[in-house]
């Protein structure tokens, strides 16, 4: 790596030192992560093209598998894993927030967590979590593993789960890879099918969450749960 190559890497080193990592660029902040460019670019100019060529996939770089990667010009194995290990990283370190024992008041409170880890997933995930009479979180369970647009979400294999775990109330969470949360009728109709059941047991569903990239839909929000359920 050439002087001028070395300098602008420590030009977004310094500023994180002096300014903070919250006042770099993304295009800055990937600049640190791949270190070095090549023989033909600077590495500023190859984390604008990384950047470039996911936007050009429509997704978002902590979705980006490792081998997509290596179709930018100066991105290698060994970059294009560092890439992927920070993104990953970064979505156990925001996924540890959501502890046994949190207080759910919001849909948000799961719903920023889960798009976390669930963004970059090629199929459908859908996860349960088990609440008690304070609506904290006591456990949480994967019920299904699906395709790329579907998964299964049958009332037996959730309740049957919920039962054993004395639960007062529960919430449905699943991703949708498409990146859009959007409800299917699929999804509209598994939910009423859990509340149904719900009622019939005595453990409230209090909400279904699906997210996307970057946002996520409450069916409760949307009415498709009932408010007092």
Not at 11 to 35: C, F, N, T
Request: proline share 2%; glycine share 6%; with cysteine.
């Amino acid at each position: 790596m050439d002087n001028e190559n070395n300098n602008l890497y420590r030009l977004p080193q310094e500023k994180l030192m002096y300014s903070g990592a919250s006042s770099l660029s993304d295009v800055e902040l990937l600049a640190l992560i791949l270190r070095t460019g090549t023989a033909e670019k600077k590495v500023i100019q190859l984390a604008e093209e990384v950047m470039n060529y996911t936007d050009d996939l429509s997704q978002n770089i902590a979705s980006v598998d490792a081998r997509e990667l290596l179709n930018v010009d100066g991105i290698g194995i060994s970059k294009a894993c560092s890439i992927v290990a920070s993104m990953e990283l970064a979505r156990r370190v925001r996924r540890s927030s959501l502890q046994s024992g949190k207080t759910i008041t919001t849909a948000e409170d799961i719903a920023e967590i889960y798009m976390e880890r669930m963004r970059g997933a090629k199929r459908e995930h859908v996860q349960m979590f088990i609440l008690n009479t304070k609506c904290k979180i006591e456990s949480e369970y994967t019920v299904s593993i699906g395709e790329l647009n579907s998964a299964d979400i049958h009332p037996r294999e959730v309740y049957s789960i919920a039962i054993r775990r004395s639960a007062a109330a529960i919430i449905i969470a699943h991703n949708h890879p498409s990146g859009d949360p959007t409800p299917s009728n699929l999804d509209i109709a598994a939910t009423k099918r859990l509340e149904a059941v719900g009622k019939i047991v005595g453990i409230k569903l209090l909400d279904h969450i699906i997210v996307g990239y970057d946002s996520y839909v409450s069916l409760r929000s949307e009415g498709i749960i009932e408010q007092d359920s």
